[in-house]
């Protein structure tokens, strides 16, 4: 059963609009959301978190938005650019010591200059 | 400023054969860290974690292995590969949940 699902295997947007990436989960006691950006034959870099008590965390051009009762989390990007280009995975984990992430199988953002 | 270092960035193994990926840290001390493995087209599946020297959790049966002999290093092991264990291998640390992971630059693992 797969806990963290990204249902858009890609996006395509046009550079200076918005991109949104979407994440559904399935187990209500996730303490904490986030957002990584991948490049090809690279480590995924950390971008944005969220805490379960909180619903929006914005960081410049990055904003990450939870519902808690729909089980959704979206990550905004304002305004796209085409260095955006890259696969965006979602996790999710619970507030333990050992702070083990699920992840997504990724959206793949194209910006079109 | 931490630093995270994973060797070799490809590799290329027959079936049967050894392997030994291994993953260290620089500039932060008792990180918990991570082997996952990313499968085309796919999320990344947790394969091993630590919080701590010698202490290993293993997430998923398989034919691999993890040691952590020392506090910043951690090393992914198997005694003979599948086909199945292609893939892409990246070791991550952390020192809080909230904090996200940093992650290494992978290693592209093709089991022939």
Known sequence: ?113 | SQTIHQWPATLVQPVGSPLSLECTVEGTSNPNLYWYRQAAGRGLQLLFYSVGIGQISSEVPQNLSASRPQDRQFILSSKKLLLSDSGFYLCAWSVGTYYGYTFGSGTRLTVV
């Open chain 1, 1 to 113: 059963d797969q806990q963290v699902k990204q249902n858009s295997p890609s996006l395509s947007v046009q550079e200076g609009r918005i991109s949104i990436l979407n994440c559904d989960y399935t187990n209500s006691m996730f303490d904490y959301f986030l957002w990584y950006k991948k490049y090809p034959a690279e480590g995924p870099t950390f971008l944005i978190s969220i805490s379960s008590i909180k619903d929006k965390n914005e960081d410049g051009r990055f904003t990450v938005f939870l519902n808690k009762s729909a089980k959704h989390l979206s990550l905004h990007i304002v305004p796209s650019q085409p260095g955006d280009s890259a696969v965006y995975f979602c996790a999710a984990s619970f507030n333990t010591n050992a702070g083990k992430s699920t992840f997504g199988d990724g959206t793949t953002l194209t910006v079109k200059p």
